[in-house]
């Protein structure tokens, strides 16, 4: 395995359901190369010409985001609480390394 580089910050905008300004929003993100990947690593696709590699996502506390399905049902596997969007926009920051 080769060691982690540093990561570079990135921000995402999401489009949420209006919530109270208490109110934290789950999120859950997926893998579109392998939907049932739960690990935290992002691989390339089987075709690509990138081999070897692998990236890995912090969420806004620094930690290492695992993949779960692609669902807005509450308790989804490594689902995330990103906070509170009282007029349903919300941006996230995410680091990726």
Same mark, same amino acid.
Do not use: Y
């Given at each position: 395995? %080769? =060691?982690?580089?540093?990561? +570079?910050? @990135?921000?995402? #905008? @999401? +489009?949420?359901?209006? /919530? /109270?300004?208490?109110?934290?929003? &789950?999120?859950?993100?997926?893998? *579109?190369?392998? =939907?049932?990947?739960? /690990? *935290?690593?992002?691989? &390339?696709?089987?075709?690509?010409? #990138? +081999?070897? @590699?692998? %990236?890995?996502?912090? *969420?806004?506390?620094?930690?290492?985001?695992?993949?779960? /399905?692609?669902? $807005?049902? =509450?308790?989804?596997?490594? !689902?995330?609480? @990103?906070? #509170? $969007?009282?007029?349903?926009?919300?941006?996230?920051? %995410?680091?990726? !390394?």
């Amino acid at each position: 395995m %080769l =060691p982690a580089v540093p990561g +570079k910050q @990135i921000r995402r #905008a @999401i +489009k949420c359901l209006r /919530s /109270s300004s208490v109110h934290n929003d &789950p999120v859950v993100l997926t893998d *579109n190369t392998d =939907p049932f990947n739960r /690990s *935290n690593v992002l691989t &390339p696709a089987a075709d690509s010409t #990138a +081999k070897g @590699i692998g %990236l890995q996502i912090l *969420n806004n506390k620094g930690a290492l985001v695992s993949f779960g /399905s692609d669902s $807005s049902e =509450p308790f989804t596997t490594n !689902q995330w609480l @990103i906070g #509170a $969007s009282p007029d349903g926009r919300l941006q996230v920051p %995410l680091t990726v !390394q």
